[in-house]
């Protein structure tokens, strides 16, 4: 009898250029090193335990098998009340609200249900680094338009010479990660004049809307009439109730293109978890959790700037989310010569402070001397990084 070798089939990848992304190798370098992890962007404190309480009470009640596809009633319900009350958007929980496992998913499922193989969509870098290879797995051709260097503000000239006969959907972010840029009422207003003569659809990634600081209002698509009628508008409760690990999100889109996308939606995910929809649903009731949201993170934002005001970073406007950028070039140390991916090593090793290059939001790894930090952070561990910065 011949004893043959196990062999494992080739497979050709669908994404021959993605490895392991910048956020697993620096918490991973954080950890080996020590270091105050200011990179990968997560909370370090709990969420309300009146949240918590919520799970278990809705688990004992026996929530505990499969909501309706879409997501359970009550949830969509409590989104479209915000929606009217927040942006004014008259939207149907029936057909125009799905519960998503996360944002990320809900992006994704966005592009399958909308792009065809050799559609084309616009991608305003730096981006999050999911667009790209879900725009790729959906059979579509991203086309990388660069946000203005230094603001970080769109460059309405560029999108709208980058649209072409074949452009599918438009994918925008505000705030925005990494930069912490927020979009205008008159940025969006372009963008609504601009694709107002196409059929262009948007997709617009929203999880930081209630982290938007110094009296700024977040212009959600849902605000513009031209835009929420092509949009498809994702939401995040894990970035809003600091719970990044439930992965529940919302897409809220017209019907028409609800349908579409809980075609796809129903044969990806499903359903999403239940009782984690049932308190949720609950814990809406009351608005002040989100809607002191952009006080919370403001005074955290405050914190880290102000320390970050004793050393040589220079640092970037931080108008929201939960980042702040800084240009490294003129520190006192030789590596702010480095490459921001090596500099960020060199930081995690030596002082003990883990960020993230903004090259890694680029295609191309455009490096402009920037690295982005997270003040997701109890004040304590903000004020032990910023003493450790203190040394630059």
Known sequence: MTTMTPLTPYLKSRLPKVGTTIFTVMSALAAEHKAVNLG????????????????????QAGHNQYPPMPG???????????????????????????????ATQAILTALLAVVHPGDEVI?????????????????????????????????????????????????INS??????????????????????PTDVLLISDE?????VFDGQHHQSAARFPGLAARAFIVSSFGKTYHVTGWKVGTVVAPAALTAEFRKVHQFNVFTVNTPM???????????????????????????????????????LAGEGTYFQCVDISSLAVPERELPEGDF??????????????????????????VVRFCFAKQDDTLREALKRLARL
């Open 175 to 196: 705030p925005h990660n990494p930069s912490g840029t927020v979009w205008s009422a008159a940025d969006m207003q372009r963008l609504q004049d601009l694709l107002a």
């Open 40 to 59: 990968q962007g997560f909370p370090d404190f709990d969420c309300d335990p009146a949240l918590v309480d919520a799970v278990t009470q809705t688990m």
């Open 207 to 211: 999880v930081y809307e209630h982290m």
């Open 72 to 102: 359970v009633p009550a949830l969509r319900q409590a989104m479209a009340t915000k929606m009217q009350a927040l942006y004014g958007l008259n939207c149907d929980p029936a057909t125009e609200i799905t519960v998503t496992a996360g």
């Open 344 to 369: 960020c090593q060199w930081l995690t090793k030596e002082i003990g402070v883990a960020a993230i290059p903004l090259s890694a939001f680029y295609g191309d790894g455009f490096d402009q001397r």
């Open 277 to 315: 929809q049932h308190a949720l649903a609950s814990y809406m009731a009351n608005p002040a959790p989100y809607l002191e949201l952009s006080d919370f993170y403001q005074r955290k934002r405050d914190l880290f700037r102000e320390g970050l005001a004793a050393t040589r970073f220079r640092m």
């Open 123 to 171: 991608v305003l870098e730096p981006c999050y680094d999911s667009y790209v290879p879900n725009i790729e797995l959906a059979g579509g051709v991203p086309v990388r338009v660069p946000l203005t260097p230094g603001t970080f503000r769109p460059d309405f000239d560029r999108i709208a010479a980058a649209m072409t006969s074949r452009t599918r959907a438009i994918l």
